[in-house]
């Protein structure tokens, strides 16, 4: 008896893992809900990522976070193949505003040729910024979005540290992803709108 009940309760735990690991039609609601699709993407991948900021922050398909606690890089798990290469990118299709984004997309990060889920020994084509809505422009949306490549890649896009806003604005993933013939396997999303760390980061992306 008490070896059937652990083997029902791992059988949960498991199904809980994968519902929340995998998204299913969860990941495709929101996205189309919040239209991320077709605004970023034109259709949702299958597996929502698991995006963790410090303090065990977590976005989750549209949730809202502060810019305060989103200012790190996080930590970003997927179903990955370990001989496999990924790119990751985190966008703002919002900038300034989503009442009028004539900077749609603003690249806040961008990493190629991460082999399996080992995003530190990518190779970093835009530094990591967290979100930075001007005050009194309302939610943004900020899209992680994971592509699966066809092999390692040598990307001619300008390198952009963390502490410029060059070459950030006017963005496209799709046409990005589409260039490099890349997979959309994983991702997910949340909503910031302005705090007082703010004015921190534009003062960084001066340089």
Request: net charge neutral; with cysteine; glycine share 8%.
């Amino acid at each position: 008896m008490e070896r059937h009940l652990a083997l029902t309760f791992a059988a949960l735990a498991f199904l809980v893992t994968c519902i929340s690991r995998c998204g299913g039609e969860n990941i495709a609601e929101s996205m189309e809900k919040h239209q991320v699709v077709p605004d970023v993407i034109e259709g949702a991948p299958k597996e929502t990522a698991e995006v963790v900021y410090s303090g065990g922050v977590q976005a989750n398909l549209g949730n809202e976070l502060a810019p305060t606690q989103v200012k790190d890089e996080p930590s970003v798990k997927w179903n990955a193949d370990e001989n496999a290469f990924y790119t990751i990118c985190m966008t703002d299709p919002d900038a300034p505003s989503r009442q009028t984004p004539k900077n749609r997309e603003w690249r806040h990060w961008l990493v190629g040729n991460i082999p399996g889920v080992d995003i530190s020994k990518g190779e970093v084509l835009t530094g990591y910024v967290g979100a930075g809505p001007p005050k009194g422009t309302g939610l943004h949306r900020y899209v992680i979005l994971i592509y699966k490549q066809p092999k390692k890649l040598t990307f001619d896009e300008p390198r952009v540290p963390n502490t410029s806003g060059a070459n950030r604005p006017l963005f496209s993933i799709k046409k990005f992803s589409t260039k490099y013939n890349m997979e959309l396997v994983a991702g997910n999303f949340f909503q910031a709108q302005w705090d007082d760390y703010v004015p921190k980061l534009h003062q960084q992306l001066k340089g």
